[in-house]
C-alpha cells in the first residue's frame, strides 16, 4: 500500500513533443508529491511537485496533472528537448502521523528526446 | 550542484569488507537521508537523522548502520559486504525533518557508486 507505480518504464518523443509519465498510488494518507530528474552519474534532482488538493501545477515546460479521486497523477514535458533525456522518479510522502519525511519513489522512466 | 558533498564518489572493495560511506548536508540542513538505488529495486529509502536523532528507518539491513555527528554529517556503515551490495547509495538532506514544498525540499548528493567484487 506504500507504493507507487510508474509507467512507462521507457519512453521516446521526438523533439518538440510532449512527453507523459503517470504516476498511482494506493495510500491515501500521502499528502506531497514530487517529481525528480536523474541524469546518469548525477544525483535526482527536484523538478517539480504538486500536493493533493491542487489539480494542477506548472513550471515552464512541466505540468503536474493530479487526480487525486482516481490517486494518480502526471508529469507532463511540454515541447521536450534532447537535453530533458533523463531518467524521471515520481514520488510520495506519507503525510499525517505517518509522515517521516522519506520518499517513496516510483520505478522511473527513462526519457530519450531525439533530436 | 544541490549543496550536498558525498565523499567517495566511487568505491570498490572485496566481499566481507567494510566501508563508511560520508556525507555533508547544505548548510543550515538538520535532515539527512541515506538511500540506496540498484537497477532492480529503483531507490529504496534506508535511514533518516535529523539533528543527530534517528528519524526514521527504511530497509537498512543490519549489517549497515547510520550516525549524524555534531556537525550534522553522516555517515553511512556497510560491513560484510556481498555482491549484493553494489549499488549507487546516495544522501539528501532538508531543513526540516519534513521534506516539504516551500523551499524545505529534500537535495540529493551526486551519490557513491559502491561496487563489492
Known amino acids: 500500500q506504500q507504493q507507487v507505480k510508474q509507467s512507462p518504464q521507457s519512453l521516446i518523443v521526438q523533439k518538440g513533443g510532449i512527453s507523459i509519465i503517470n504516476c498511482a498510488y494506493e495510500?491515501?494518507?500521502?499528502?506531497?508529491f514530487p517529481w525528480y530528474q536523474q541524469f546518469p552519474g548525477k544525483g535526482p534532482a527536484l523538478l517539480i511537485a504538486?500536493?493533493?488538493?491542487?489539480s494542477e501545477k506548472k513550471e515552464g515546460r512541466f505540468t503536474i496533472s493530479f487526480n487525486k479521486s482516481a490517486k494518480q497523477f502526471s508529469l507532463h514535458i511540454m515541447d521536450s528537448q534532447p537535453g530533458d533525456s533523463a531518467t524521471y522518479f515520481c514520488?510520495?510522502?506519507?503525510?499525517?502521523?505517518?509522515?517521516?519525511?522519506?520518499?517513496?519513489f516510483g520505478q522511473g522512466t527513462t526519457l530519450q528526446v531525439k533530436p | 550542484d544541490s549543496g550536498v558533498t558525498q565523499t567517495p564518489k566511487h568505491l570498490i572493495t572485496a566481499t566481507g569488507q567494510r566501508v563508511t560511506l560520508r556525507c555533508s548536508p547544505r548548510?543550515?540542513?538538520?535532515?539527512v537521508y541515506w538511500y540506496q538505488q540498484s537497477l532492480d529495486q529503483g531507490l529504496q529509502f534506508l535511514i533518516q537523522?535529523?539533528?543527530?536523532?534517528?528519524?526514521a528507518k527504511g530497509n537498512i539491513l543490519e549489517r549497515f548502520s547510520a550516525q549524524q555527528f555534531p556537525d550534522l554529517h553522516s555517515e553511512l556503515n556497510l560491513s560484510s559486504l556481498e555482491l549484493g551490495d553494489s549499488a549507487l547509495y546516495f544522501c539528501?538532506?532538508?531543513?526540516?525533518?519534513?521534506?516539504f514544498g516551500d523551499g524545505r525540499e529534500a537535495f540529493f548528493g551526486q551519490g557513491t557508486r559502491l561496487t563489492v567484487v
Open positions: 539528501a538532506s532538508s531543513p526540516l525533518h519534513i521534506p
Open positions: 495510500n491515501t494518507a500521502f499528502d506531497y
Open positions: 504538486i500536493r493533493p488538493d491542487v
Open positions: 514520488a510520495a510522502i506519507l503525510g499525517g502521523s505517518g509522515n517521516t519525511g522519506k520518499l517513496i
Open positions: 548548510s543550515g540542513d538538520l535532515s
Open positions: 537523522y535529523y539533528n543527530g536523532e534517528e528519524r
